[in-house]
């Protein structure tokens, strides 16, 4: 159970990381074609197109993030079907917390790597903007 924590944990930074530098589709490739992602507030994306539209359309606060801390709390299940347990931080850049986050994301195994499949999140509280 170990290494499965270790890898969705590495895959998770690695996604955050090409968020952050604006790799939107590079970022995507970890994510499964029928992926479903539910946003706060929002009804549910589902498929990457979906995604990155929503990705595209989130530019202006992407911008305001200095960094993003991240911390993968659990994994449940094994096999092709793993369940995460995460929560985050999102810094501004003059250091303020933007957002605390907390997340439950399915992985499902492809090719030999756990992509996202489904993932819910939600924030502690409003955004500070």
Request: proline share 2%; aromatic share 8%.
């Amino acid at each position: 159970m170990a290494g499965i924590l270790e890898e969705v944990s590495a895959t998770h930074k690695k996604i955050i990381d090409l968020l952050a530098k604006g790799k939107n589709k590079e970022a995507l490739e970890f994510y499964t074609d029928d992926c479903v992602i539910m946003t706060p507030g929002r009804e549910a994306l589902q498929g990457k197109d979906a995604f990155l539209k929503f990705i595209e359309a989130s530019a202006e606060l992407q911008s305001k993030v200095d960094k993003t801390e991240n911390v993968e709390e659990a994994v449940f299940g094994e096999g092709d079907l793993v369940t995460s347990r995460s929560k985050g931080t999102v810094y501004g850049k003059d250091g303020a917390v933007i957002f605390k986050r907390k997340a439950l994301t399915v992985w499902k195994k492809v090719n030999g790597k756990y992509l996202v499949h489904n993932v819910i999140w939600n924030t502690d509280a409003p955004l500070n903007l």
